[in-house]
């Protein structure tokens, strides 16, 4: 996540690999969103890491979510969680994020090439940032070759698409403050899924980032990490 290094001057942050995903190795049973919570609820309590703050995007916001659902962590921050959508919404995310995850493998070795020229940018990112054209490659390099790098890219993508849909937490039920931050225009998880999920966690707290697609950490850094020093302790 590019906004690591900013947030490591203010908070000791801890970057989790899921399984399957940089240096972790896959799960060896079924993955499923469930599953791979579970695997970072281990981490969290193996560690000694009760109370931790929290902080995921797209998948990994679905996931802090469910921690938080679960009782796990301290304070939360979702950004463009995955698993609020409508049944037709689904279908079009799944139609539109294979193709793109597919091609992205299919010109792995010109990535670095493709992602250094506004248009390469352009015509790959168009889905996930609002501005894909004036990002730099060393912003969006890395979370692309993870994507098109990753053995269990296709079990994850899976495990949101074919698995049930997030579940919310009553009202008073979560262990800290929970904060859902979404692009206003972003194309993946759409907007409209906001509502649904701010109905799911009442006590949470809606961020709207404007002029930003699927990726905050792309399209609004500053504001990202601002939003997570202010939300968390």
Known sequence: MPII??????????????????????????????????????????????????????????MVLELARRGVGGDTVALDPGGFWSDRELAVFSATLRPSIALARAVRGRLPSLLATPVGRTLLLAQLSARPWALSPETVLPDVSGLADSPATGAALDALTKGPKQQGAPAGTVPG?????????????????????????????LHWFERCGH???????????RLVLDRTD
Do not use: C, Y
Not at 18 to 25: H, I, K, N, S, V
Not at 44 to 51: P, Q, T
């Open 5 to 62: 290094k900013e947030l490591a001057e203010h908070r000791e942050v801890i970057a989790v690999d899921l399984p399957g995903f940089g240096e972790t190795p896959p799960l060896t049973g079924e993955v499923s969103i469930a599953t791979l919570t579970d695997s970072v609820a281990n981490f969290i309590r193996e560690e000694g890491l009760d109370g931790v703050a929290t902080v995921g995007q797209s998948m990994g916001g679905r």
């Open 177 to 205: 403050r929970v904060t859902i931050g979404w692009g206003r225009r972003d194309l993946v998880t759409v907007p409209r899924q906001a509502a649904r999920a701010a109905e799911l966690f009442p006590d949470a707290v």
């Open 215 to 225: 990726f905050p950490q792309w399209d609004a850094p500053h504001e990202a990490i």
